[in-house]
C-alpha cells in the first residue's frame, strides 16, 4: 500500500507530470503565470478542486450510471470550484480580487476531470483524493518554475521582492501569455532531454521484452 | 434499458439538487460577509478618491463614519456622492464604469465642486491584464490624479503624446488599458458637467 502511494506522487510531481508529459492545464499555465503569488494560489486551488473531486467522485463510482459519468463529473467539479470562488470572496477578498476571473476558469483545467475520469473512476476514496492531491501539486510545481522565471525576466522580482537591481531592464514580453510558451516550451525540452532520459530507455525496455514474448 | 433511460435523468437531476442545494446554502450563508467586504471596498474607494484618510478600526467604525461625512444624492439622474471639505469647498464623489481591455473597469473620481479639478480617484475593481494594465491599481499611476486640472475643451483627461499637453502618463506596454481608463473617466467627467453643471 505503501509503495502504490509513493508511486502516484512520483508519477504526479515528475515522471507522469500532468503539466510537462501529459500536456494538460496549458491554457492557465498561459494564463497566470506572470506572478509567482498568482500561480502558487492558483495551483493550491486546482490541487484542492483535484482531490475533492476526484475523493467525491470515487464515493459515488458504483452508483453514478456509466453513460451520465461526465456530466455527474463535471457537476462535481464545478460544485467545488464555485465553493472556492465563494470562500475567497467571503473570506480572502483581497486574494480573490487580485485573481479575477481565474478562480471560475478552474473548471476548465483538464487534469481534474482526466483524474475522476482515469483515477477516480476506478479507485477508492482515500487514494483518489491523494492521487488527486498530488497531479494538483505537480501542475503546481511546473507553473510556479514557469512563473518563476517570467517574473523575474519580466520584472525583476519574485513574490513582488526585487531580486535584480535597478539595471536590470524588465523583458515586457515575459509578462505577457506568448512567453509562457517558450519557458514551458524549455522546461519540456530539458526535462525529455536530460532528466527523464533514464526513464525513456526503461520504457523502451519494457516494450522490447513484450514485443520478445510476442514472438 | 427504457428503465435504464429514465433512471440516468432521475439521477442526474437529483445529483444536481443535491449540489446546487449546497452551493445556495454556503452561498446564502456567506453572502452578508461578501456583500460587507464589497461595501468596505466601495467605501474606501470613495475616501481615496476623495483624499480623506481611511480610520483604523473595525468595519462598523468605517461605515458610520462614513454615512456622517458623505451624502449620497440623484442629480438629473446621476448618483454622486458629496463631500463638504475641511476648505468649506464641495467634492462630489462619481462613479465610473467601462469596458477594459479584458473587462469591466469600475472606480471612483472625486471632482472639486467647479467640476474644474480632480480631488483624486480609486479604482473598485479590474480585471487587466496582472502586471501590464493591472498597474492601473498601483499608487504611482492613481496619484498622478490628485489635484489636476481637466482640460475644457476636448478629452477633460490626456496622457501626454509628442506636440501636445497632457496631465497623467500612461502605463507602457498597456497602451489598451490606459486609453480605455482615460475613456471612461472621460466619459464620466463629461456626464458629470452636463448634469451638476448648471445646478449652482
Not at chain 1, 476548465?108 to 476514496?125: D, H, L, V, W, Y
Request: glycine share 10%; net charge neutral; proline share 3%.
Amino acid at each position: 500500500m505503501g509503495s502504490q502511494y509513493k508511486e502516484i506522487a512520483k508519477k504526479a510531481l515528475w515522471t507522469d507530470n500532468p503539466v510537462i508529459r501529459q500536456i494538460l492545464g496549458i491554457c492557465s499555465a498561459l494564463a497566470v503565470t506572470n506572478l509567482v503569488s498568482n500561480t502558487l494560489v492558483m495551483g493550491l486551488g486546482v490541487a484542492f478542486v483535484t482531490a475533492f473531486s476526484s475523493f467525491t467522485v470515487s464515493v459515488l463510482r458504483n452508483i453514478i450510471p456509466i453513460r451520465v459519468r461526465m456530466m455527474v463529473q463535471t457537476l462535481i467539479i464545478a460544485f467545488y470550484v464555485i465553493l472556492v470562488d465563494i470562500l475567497l470572496k467571503a473570506f480572502y477578498p483581497d486574494m480573490s480580487r487580485a485573481l479575477g476571473p481565474y478562480v471560475g476558469l478552474i473548471i476548465t483545467n483538464c487534469i481534474i476531470m482526466g483524474r475522476c475520469e482515469a483515477f477516480a473512476q476506478s479507485n477508492k476514496p482515500v487514494i483518489s483524493f491523494y492521487d488527486g492531491l498530488m497531479s494538483g501539486l505537480g501542475y503546481t510545481l511546473v507553473l510556479t518554475a514557469i512563473a518563476v522565471v517570467r517574473e523575474l525576466l519580466g520584472f525583476g522580482t519574485i513574490f513582488g521582492l526585487r531580486i535584480l537591481g535597478d539595471w536590470w531592464v524588465p523583458w515586457t514580453i515575459m509578462v505577457m501569455a506568448p512567453s509562457a510558451f517558450f519557458v514551458l516550451a524549455s522546461i519540456i525540452w530539458v526535462t525529455k532531454t536530460f532528466a527523464l532520459k533514464k526513464e525513456k530507455t526503461a520504457g523502451q525496455k519494457v516494450i522490447r521484452g513484450v514485443q520478445a514474448s510476442g514472438n | 434499458m427504457k428503465e435504464k433511460a429514465w433512471f440516468n435523468i432521475v439521477f442526474m437531476l437529483v445529483c444536481t439538487a443535491v449540489f446546487t442545494g449546497i452551493l445556495s446554502g454556503v452561498y446564502a450563508y456567506s453572502r452578508p460577509i461578501i456583500q460587507a467586504n464589497t461595501g468596505v471596498i466601495g467605501i474606501t474607494a470613495q475616501m481615496n478618491a476623495l483624499g480623506i484618510s481611511v480610520p483604523a478600526g473595525g468595519e462598523t467604525d468605517l461605515e458610520s463614519y462614513y454615512k456622517e461625512i458623505i451624502s449620497e444624492e440623484n442629480i438629473n439622474g446621476m448618483t454622486v456622492y458629496k463631500y463638504e471639505s475641511e476648505n468649506g469647498r464641495l467634492y462630489y464623489a462619481i462613479p465610473f464604469e467601462g469596458s477594459g481591455l479584458w473587462g469591466k473597469i469600475t472606480g471612483i473620481i472625486a471632482l472639486d465642486q467647479d467640476l474644474k479639478t480632480v480631488i483624486g480617484m480609486d479604482f473598485i475593481s479590474q480585471n487587466e491584464t496582472p502586471g501590464l494594465g493591472g498597474r492601473i491599481e498601483e499608487e504611482w499611476f492613481k496619484e498622478q490624479f490628485r489635484g489636476i486640472t481637466l482640460f475644457e475643451e476636448g478629452d477633460p483627461i490626456r496622457f501626454p503624446a509628442s506636440g501636445s499637453e497632457g496631465q497623467v502618463d500612461a502605463i507602457t506596454g498597456a497602451t489598451a488599458t490606459s486609453t480605455a481608463v482615460a475613456g471612461i473617466i472621460n466619459e464620466s467627467i463629461r456626464e458629470a458637467r452636463s448634469k451638476l453643471g448648471g445646478g449652482h
